[in-house]
Antibody, heavy 121, light 107 residues
Framework: EIQLQESGPGLVKPSQSLSLTCSVT?????????WSWIRKFPGNKMEWMGY???????NYNPSLKSRISITRDTSKNQFFLQLNSVTTEDTATYYC??????????????WGQGVMVTVSS | NIVLTQSPATLSVTPGESVSLSCRAS??????IHWYQQKSNESPRLLIK???QSISGIPSRFSGSGSGTDFTLSINRVESEDFSIYYC?????????FGAGTKLELK
């Protein structure tokens, strides 16, 4: 069974960096698919942040492009989110999810449980 | 960006009622729309893919329709476990976007 699990600090200070880990079990992230980060703000708005593909290429939401980095550790089957210069507007629940880039299967099929991150001093 | 507008924002119903949730795209996206259900404190779950295609394990009371810019998620005879938030998401553009969600609540 494919499972994704987010981990990381629940509280980050303004202007600092937010760093999260997504640990994947049941599937090797270099075998296929795109591995995304998505966040849900208070009030329920959802925003796709970006992905790292099975080959290591990345694609980011232009609204975040100057602040975001998604990387991976293939030996641990993990991928990571770093978001720089956070503000209170980055307070959200962060999810990692698998996205299928294959024709006819272009949707998010597996999601982590989510981790709530609050930006506050 | 392709903007998805969901309506209504909140829908209050009693169990047994049948409902329709709307998702409108800011430009034509063929059938590249997917519906997710998110229950409280859970992650989203895929309900319908490509506007109308069913997903294994999802109850048959959930169905979808539409193409172009107007899409509908229908729930035939709502059950108590259906009270949650429903999102549409488009994959027509590689800048994936979600609607703001429709909250289905108990009247």
């Amino acid at each position: 069974e494919i499972q994704l699990q987010e981990s990381g600090p629940g509280l980050v200070k303004p202007s600092q960096s937010l760093s999260l880990t997504c640990s994947v079990t049941g599937y090797t992230i270099t075998s296929g698919y795109d591995w995304s980060w998505i966040r849900k703000f208070p009030g329920n708005k959802m925003e796709w942040m970006g992905y790292i593909s099975y080959s290591g290429s990345t694609n980011y939401n232009p609204s975040l492009k100057s602040r975001i980095s998604i990387t991976r550790d293939t030996s641990k089957n993990q991928f990571f989110l770093q978001l720089n210069s956070v503000t209170t507007e980055d307070t959200a629940t962060y999810y990692c999810a698998r996205y299928s880039p294959y024709y006819g299967y272009n949707y998010f099929d597996y999601w982590g449980q989510g981790v709530m991150v609050t930006v506050s001093s | 960006n392709i903007v998805l507008t969901q309506s209504p924002a909140t829908l209050s119903v009693t169990p047994g009622e049948s409902v329709s949730l709307s998702c409108r795209a800011s430009q034509s996206i063929s059938t590249s729309i997917h519906w997710y259900q998110q229950k409280s404190n859970e992650s989203p779950r895929l309900l319908i893919k490509y506007a109308s295609q069913s997903i294994s394990g999802i109850p048959s009371r959930f169905s979808g329709s539409g193409s172009g810019t107007d899409f509908t998620l229908s729930i035939n005879r709502v059950e108590s476990e259906d009270f949650s938030i429903y999102y549409c998401q488009q994959s027509y553009s590689s800048l994936y976007t979600f609607g703001a969600g429709t909250k289905l609540e108990l009247k």
